[in-house]
C-alpha cells in the first residue's frame, strides 16, 4: 500500500513541475508599487464590507479609483497579480511589505486617536470649545499639538 502511495506521489510532483508561468507584463509594477496597490485594495474592500449599505449609496466604484490612482487597466493590474503570484518568492515579499504598510497605518491611527483623546480631555478640563477637536480630527497626524 505505501508503495503505491509514494507512486502516485512522484507521478503528482513530476506532472506539476512543467507548469508555465504567467510571462512578465509589458507594464510590470515595481514590488512596492504592487504592494502599495494590494494595500489600496485590501483597505477598499475592507471599507465596503464594513458598510456596504453606504457603498451602495455613494455609487462610487473602487476600481475606477485604484485605476486612476495606479494608471491602469484591469487587464494591466490582472496581469501584474498573474506574473506575482506565479513567482510565490517575490509574492511574499509583497505580501510582507503589505502587512509593513498595515503596521505603519495603524501605528499612525493610534497616534492619532491618542492626540484626539489627550486634546478632549484638555478640553474637557479647561472648558476648550469643540471645534478645537474637530480640527485636530483633521489634522496630518505627524504635525506637533
Known amino acids: 500500500m505505501n508503495k503505491i502511495a509514494v507512486v502516485i506521489l512522484v507521478l503528482f510532483t513530476l506532472s506539476c513541475s512543467d507548469v508555465e508561468k504567467s510571462p512578465q507584463p509589458e507594464n510590470l509594477f ?9 494595500t489600496d485594495l485590501y483597505l477598499v474592500e475592507g471599507a465596503i464590507s464594513s458598510n456596504k449599505g453606504a457603498y451602495l449609496q455613494t455609487g462610487v466604484q473602487p476600481s475606477s479609483f485604484l485605476y ?38 495603524q501605528d499612525s491611527l493610534n497616534a492619532r ?12 478640563s479647561n472648558n476648550i470649545p469643540k471645534n478645537r477637536i474637530k480640527e485636530l480630527e483633521k489634522s ?3 504635525e506637533e499639538l
Not at 515595481?30 to 494590494?38: C, F, H, R, T, Y
Open 140 to 142: 496630518d497626524p505627524d
Open 30 to 38: 515595481s514590488k512596492d508599487k504592487m504592494a502599495a496597490l494590494i
Open 68 to 105: 486612476e490612482k495606479y494608471e491602469m487597466d484591469s487587464i494591466t493590474f490582472q496581469e501584474n497579480l498573474n506574473y506575482y503570484t506565479d513567482r510565490i518568492e517575490e509574492y511574499l515579499l509583497i505580501m510582507d511589505e503589505v502587512q509593513e504598510n498595515f503596521k505603519t497605518l
Open 113 to 124: 486617536q491618542e492626540r484626539i483623546n489627550t486634546e478632549e480631555k484638555r478640553r474637557v
